[in-house]
């Protein structure tokens, strides 16, 4: 699989969303729209207004990554929102399978995702149904936190796992990306890295997602 360099948007200038997406726009692969509701996660962000808002000023590939307490209530109206992948964490759902199909009724795809401290196992009986695995590198929450070297075992039993369908799973990485942790996460077995922090602190953010591609191609 081709890596690819996901955009998360918390750490960017709400004042400013078109002029942000803009100025990466031309170098992201996809985007990633992070919702927190303070309960799942110690923190709140966004919800349905913000992804509306993205998908009127980007043609990418939208991801929402749903750290909410109740996503299978939620998960098919982001789609529907525009979410072109919506991602469940497999420690909030009640009902993983039926919000899968929920969420692919609504015309997006689904994707579970694991948080530090759960066993990568959580989600292998779900690899029939999703389209993409998130692996936490760091806890949920907040951006800017240290990447944890431990997940990358994780990362390589879920590719492992992957393999053995024999169905094209996207393995995604987010928490603590840039160079040196995105070859890390690559050679573990991730395709999809996420970076927001990295991205939208560098002076020059089109170099720094071209830095990001390069450590993974390595």
Same mark, same amino acid.
């Given at each position: 699989m081709?890596?690819?360099i996901?955009v998360?948007?918390l750490?960017?200038?709400?004042?400013?969303?078109?002029?942000?997406?803009?100025? &990466?726009?031309?170098?992201?692969?996809?985007y990633?729209?992070d919702v !927190?509701?303070?309960?799942f996660v110690?923190?709140l962000s966004f919800? %349905?207004?913000i992804?509306?808002? !993205?998908?009127?000023?980007t043609?990418?590939?939208? *991801?929402a990554?749903?750290?909410i307490? +109740?996503?299978?209530?939620?998960a098919?109206? %982001?789609?529907?929102?525009?979410?072109d992948?919506v991602?469940?964490?497999v420690?909030?759902?009640?009902k993983?399978?039926?919000?899968?199909?929920?969420?692919?009724?609504a015309g997006?795809?689904p994707?579970?995702?694991?948080?530090?401290?759960?066993?990568p196992?959580?989600i292998?009986?779900y690899?029939d149904?999703?389209? !993409?695995v998130?692996? !936490?590198t760091?806890?949920?929450? %907040?951006g800017?936190?240290?990447f944890l070297?431990?997940?990358?075992?994780?990362v390589s039993q &879920?590719?492992?796992?992957?393999?053995e369908?024999?169905?094209?799973?996207?393995?995604?990485?987010?928490?603590?990306?840039?160079p040196?942790?995105?070859?890390?996460a690559?050679?573990?077995?991730a +395709?999809l890295?996420?970076?927001?922090t990295?991205?939208?602190?560098?002076a020059?953010?089109h170099?720094?997602?071209? *830095?990001?591609?390069?450590s993974?191609?390595?």
């Amino acid at each position: 699989m081709t890596n690819q360099i996901v955009v998360s948007i918390l750490d960017c200038d709400f004042a400013h969303l078109a002029d942000e997406v803009a100025s &990466v726009d031309e170098r992201a692969d996809r985007y990633q729209v992070d919702v !927190m509701d303070g309960h799942f996660v110690p923190n709140l962000s966004f919800g %349905f207004p913000i992804l509306k808002t !993205m998908r009127g000023l980007t043609k990418r590939p939208l *991801e929402a990554d749903l750290m909410i307490s +109740n996503p299978d209530e939620h998960a098919a109206r %982001f789609a529907e929102a525009g979410a072109d992948l919506v991602i469940i964490h497999v420690e909030a759902s009640q009902k993983p399978r039926q919000t899968f199909r929920a969420i692919r009724e609504a015309g997006g795809r689904p994707g579970i995702s694991i948080s530090p401290g759960t066993d990568p196992a959580a989600i292998r009986d779900y690899l029939d149904e999703v389209d !993409m695995v998130l692996v !936490m590198t760091v806890a949920p929450g %907040f951006g800017g936190q240290p990447f944890l070297d431990e997940r990358l075992q994780a990362v390589s039993q &879920v590719r492992e796992w992957i393999t053995e369908t024999g169905r094209d799973i996207d393995v995604e990485v987010d928490g603590g990306i840039k160079p040196q942790t995105a070859a890390k996460a690559a050679a573990a077995g991730a +395709n999809l890295l996420v970076s927001g922090t990295f991205i939208y602190r560098s002076a020059n953010r089109h170099q720094a997602i071209a *830095e990001l591609r390069q450590s993974a191609a390595r």
